[in-house]
């Protein structure tokens, strides 16, 4: 059975850093694509993040253009688990954080596997 778990979560004031992490069991992280993405109250969920890594290890990452400069998506593939280092947080990050894990990148409905999220929110 496959599990993503998120963790890493909280409240944190603005231009302040949280580091998010997903653990993945079941499943192995070292190929294919995983992303992050987020859901704001009564807003549509978006990709914030995803790093895709082929066969011959080779990898690319995708960040949202809200998040460039911000965030940086990391893997460690010793522990099976997926980061997601958020710097200079605004309080319109604030959202639950999800990741996700697939043979390829995409919206959210194409990956295989999603987590249930963690919760972070930027106060002013």
């Known amino acids: 059975q496959v599990q993503l778990v998120e963790s890493g979560g909280g409240s944190v004031q603005a231009g302040g850093s949280l580091r998010l992490s997903c653990a993945a069991s079941?499943?192995?992280?070292?190929?294919?694509?995983m992303g992050w993405f987020r859901q704001a109250p009564a807003k549509e969920r978006e990709k914030v993040a995803s790093?895709?890594?082929?066969?011959?290890?080779?990898?690319?990452?995708y960040y949202a253009d809200s998040v460039k400069g911000r965030f940086t998506v990391s893997q460690d593939n010793a522990k099976n688990t997926l980061y997601l280092q958020m710097n200079s947080l605004k309080p319109e990050d604030t959202a639950m954080y999800y990741c996700?894990?697939?043979?390829?990148?995409?919206?959210?409905?194409?990956?295989?596997?999603r987590g249930q999220g963690t919760q972070v929110t930027v106060v002013s």
């Open positions: 996700a894990a697939g043979p390829r990148c995409g919206d959210w409905l194409s990956y295989s596997y």
């Open positions: 079941g499943y192995t992280l070292s190929r294919g694509c």
């Open positions: 790093t895709y890594t082929t066969y011959t290890d080779s990898r690319s990452t």
